[in-house]
T-cell receptor, first 113, second 115 residues
Framework: SQQGEEDPQALSIQEGENATMNCSYK?????LQWYRQNSGRGLVHLIL?????REKHSGRLRVTLDTSKKSSSLLITASRAADTASYFCATVPDTGANSKLTFGKGITLSVRP | KAGVTQTPRYLIKTRGQQVTLSCSPISGHRSVSWYQQTPGQGLQFLFE???????NKGNFPGRFSGRQFSNSRSEMNVSTLELGDSALYLCASSWGSMGVWGEAFFGQGTRLTVV
């Protein structure tokens, strides 16, 4: 079963605009991660935020985490056509050594040139 | 260094057959996880191996099994294939317990089609 649920399911924006994607989860987490997947290929890690962090930046990416609301958001600024992909949030529950990395169903982002 | 390598990339099998997929993790990584990805169910966790021991198992029938060798390479096996097993199977590796200490590195996947 999915731990994280992304919102919206699909997003279409113009090149240059910002894209905001949200993720909600159910149980306490050790960390939350965002991944990108280009059509039918493997996932690429984008950013990891730990439960004691509130915000992280990496290039054009900004991730926030609100553990009280059990939610996270991923902001991609100044989007490019090459950002077109599926984006997944993944969580690692705070249950010790046997925690597993669990993914949401993903968001399909289309960036129009 | 080399990334995660999955073989084969594409596979077509007939219902009732069995299949073995292979995953070579990044050198030095001890944890390997397998995921099944389908349009309807998304990414479903199959199992995680750490230092040759199965650490976690997802909610899949016993037809799905796996193992990890002493060099951390992993295989997963699906017996008595069903049409619903058609999916992209992804392997991921990490140094420590998957995702706990850092990112997971994914292979390109094996696309399995059952006819």
């Amino acid at each position: 079963s999915q731990q994280g649920e992304e919102d919206p399911q699909a997003l279409s924006i113009q090149e240059g605009e910002n894209a905001t994607m949200n993720c909600s989860y159910k149980t306490s987490i050790n960390n939350l991660q965002w991944y990108r997947q280009n059509s039918g290929r493997g996932l690429v890690h984008l950013i990891l935020i730990r439960s004691n962090e509130r915000e992280k930046h990496s290039g054009r990416l900004r991730v926030t985490l609100d553990t009280s609301k059990k939610s996270s958001s991923l902001l991609i600024t100044a989007s490019r056509a090459a950002d077109t992909a599926s984006y997944f949030c993944a969580t690692v529950p705070d249950t010790g050594a046997n925690s597993k990395l669990t993914f949401g169903k993903g968001i399909t982002l289309s960036v129009r040139p | 260094k080399a990334g995660v390598t999955q073989t084969p990339r594409y596979l077509i099998k007939t219902r009732g057959q069995q299949v073995t997929l292979s995953c070579s993790p990044i050198s030095g990584h001890r944890s390997v996880s397998w995921y099944q990805q389908t349009p309807g169910q998304g990414l479903q966790f199959l199992f995680e191996y750490f230092s040759e021991t199965q650490r976690n198992k997802g909610n899949f029938p016993g037809r799905f099994s796996g193992r990890q060798f002493s060099n951390s390479r992993s295989e997963m096996n699906v017996s008595t294939l069903e049409l619903g097993d058609s999916a992209l199977y992804l392997c991921a590796s990490s140094w420590g317990s998957m995702g706990v200490w850092g990112e997971a590195f994914f292979g390109q996947g094996t696309r399995l089609t059952v006819v």
